[in-house]
């Protein structure tokens, strides 16, 4: 059995925060070839999640259980489609991206940390297609994207941002 105590998220919250990328993650399935990828993700204000799709079939679920994040969903040409704001004391608690849509979050508060759900295996070289418009992490303009992302609104695209 695995249990996850207050005490375990206490400490990956405190790792995110140490970490270069300000963003860790703890996973719980036991190995990449699981066909269920379960894992914690702790992130904080200042970390850059790429916009990125996943295959047609490849959701992801996100649960949040502390803090507050944003997450955005794009057009083909980065105009945001849809902003969902998820809150550990709010209204929207869960969501689920349907494969093939390119999306991000942002970190809205310090000590974010979300519990992730998605289908394996994991392929590090075939997980994600990474947007064409949106910098590379450790970018230059990669902070100003951020920045961005956690005031997003529909039908906003990331001008004078793009790459």
Do not use: C
Request: hydrophobic share 40%; aromatic share 8%; glycine share 8%.
């Amino acid at each position: 059995m695995l249990s996850i105590t207050n005490d375990d998220l206490d400490d990956l919250t405190r790792a995110a925060r140490a970490a270069g990328r300000r963003r860790m993650n703890r996973n719980l399935h036991p190995a990449l070839t699981d066909q269920v990828q379960r894992l914690l993700n702790a992130f904080e204000p200042g970390t850059y999640v790429r916009p990125h799709r996943h295959d047609a079939g490849r959701w992801e679920l996100f649960l949040i259980l502390r803090g507050r994040a944003a997450l955005l969903a794009f057009d083909d040409h980065g105009r945001v489609a849809a902003r969902h704001e998820l809150a550990a004391a709010g209204p929207v608690r869960l969501i689920e991206v349907p494969g093939g849509t390119w999306h991000t979050l942002a970190a809205l508060e310090p000590g974010t940390l979300l519990f992730e759900v998605k289908p394996g295996p994991y392929v590090p070289l075939a997980d994600k297609d990474f947007a064409a418009w949106a910098p590379g992490e450790g970018e230059p303009r990669a902070a100003a994207y951020e920045q961005w992302f956690r005031r997003a609104r529909p039908g906003e695209t990331p001008a004078g941002l793009t790459s």
